[in-house]
């Protein structure tokens, strides 16, 4: 008998094996994604078709160096509850007001038609159940976001007449995709020998309930909690816990997972914690994410289209052809688009979308459809996908005379809602420049890392385009759109602080004009060095009107005291210049603050001598004043 403690050969054999097949795997799955990814997005293809093609690389289809597809699956699939908690995260109910014609209208149509016309087909002609109609509808009426959010990016067109109602087109679409995925478990327990689950429906409905009041009482407060203890992990960990969490209780009241997450993102939307908690979850989201739709690529049965080329083709082209024609009628007169526009907008959203591989999924584990429809419509979305960028760059050389309208103002301002501004610091100095840029009507995000002030934020005034967050992480830049801004103003009031700040800004948005407040001359030098042109000292405009109005007092002219103030503003700034190119060197410093206080005597006595000769002509008695 072995004496407890001691680990025999074989167990430990064991555990190098599962180890080194463990880092087998995730070498393999890197090594793809690798390789895969940057071609695609090279060819300008998209990096989720290159995800897509890693999975079909690697897995049982191909090269078969992956064979556990249902292990990566049962992983991946919380790339998908990440992704809709960002989402949910990004539509605040103020921002759905603003674009609720857009969003509800052009978007509400496109998927009520589309759905309905494809689900007619698969129901009536290819003799699909009602249930399974319907989701087979559904799921195919939505188109990537993915893809289309990336190839408005690229041919910057995301502002355009056409790029405006795609994006609220896809914003409706990731919408629709929620009750879709909640709709799967009823609609397979209606379909059951033993009917509608009524109590199954009526616990869905109070799970929903409990998070969403839960949701709206208890996370704000821990959030606020865990800010103050000033540690990202811990921040990370949270952000983690919350969609986890409601998962979890989603999971166990047999209600979709994913549902949990996006009414966990929506209950933050209007949070002040919004784009701290997307910073946290990003990177986790698009690794799982790639991870997701390499589990994808991996499934798909490639053999159908060696063995059926003309129904997966043929499936393809159906797709591609009955969206685009409803897209096409729906953008001219909906989106009142030109025929060119309404044209691309129907190339670009005519493909298949990643939610529709989460619905299929789901609704082939629940037996609406069998695992050979579910092969077919997943590869036929995945080619729809992979002909996307391909027929919008065919489009765009066919309609080449016809250039893209640039985008209005307003209406850039309120679909992309991108902030024009980000303002770094919300005290004294950044709620004055908030305040003027709101009243301008002009798009801001403001950030601050002190939680007090956030609560002082809260109790006093708008809050709604106010952020908790460090602005020196490169994460919750990201996160505030600063990449769409065109002014950085940092107004915090720690030197340190906002020269980290500046470096991050400048290494990563180098069109960003910086606006910069310092504590002191020392501080202005050193933002100088970072590029940053004439940083506003935080005191010096306030001492210059003390100035003024003591020289008033004490008997001088309104005129001839600005002009004082105003010599002397000028000549300090000159200053400001010449001893930044000897900062560094105290002896030299020195020096010339020396000469620039006698050459400010020089210049307002050479200014007084005229003076002194009007006065001694008008009044004899007048003492004269000595040069010295």
Known sequence: MRPRGIIGPGERTGVH?????????????????????????????????GYLLAGMAIGPQALRLVGDTAG????????VVLMLFVIGLELSPQRLWVMRRPVFGTGLLQVLATSAVIGTIAWW?????PGAALI???????????FGLQILGERKEAGSAYGRQAFAILLFQDLAAIPLIAAVPLLASSAASHGFDMMGALRTVGVIAAVIVGGRYLLRPVFRFVAKADAVEVSTATALLVVMGVALLMELAGVSVTLGAFLAGVLLADSEYR?????????FKGLLLGLFFISVGMSMDISLLLRAPLLVL?????????????LWPLGRIVGRLERGDALRLAVLLACGGEFAFVVLKLAGEQGLISARQHNLLVLAITLSMALTPLLVAALAKLLGAHKVRKPARAFDTIVAHS?????AGYGRMGQIVARVLRAEGIPFVALDHSVEQMDLIRRFGRWSDIFYGDPARPELLRAAQADKAEVFVLASDEPESSLHVARVVRRMYPHLKIVARARNRQHVWRLMDLGVDEPIRETLYSSLKMSKQTLIALGLTPERAMDRVERFRRQDAELIKAQYLVYDDEAKLVQTTKEALADLDKLFEAD??????????????????SAD
């Open 136 to 146: 087979v509808g559904g799921s195919l009426a939505l188109s990537s976001t993915a």
């Open 419 to 423: 902030p024009r501004v980000i303002l």
């Open 275 to 283: 784009h701290e908690l997307e910073s946290n979850i990003e990177p």
């Open 72 to 79: 990566v699956a049962a992983i991946s699939e919380f790339g």
């Open 17 to 49: 094996v599962d180890s080194h097949h463990f880092l087998q795997i995730a070498v393999v799955f890197l090594l793809a994604t690798v390789v895969a990814v940057p071609l695609t997005k090279r060819f300008r293809l998209g990096s989720v078709l």
């Open 608 to 625: 007084d001598e005229p003076e002194a000769r009007e006065a001694r002509e008008r009044d004899p008695e007048t003492p004269q004043m």
């Open 314 to 326: 043929g499936l393809v082209a159906a797709l591609l052809l009955l969206k685009g024609a409803l």
């Open 125 to 129: 002609l290819l003799g699909f159940p």
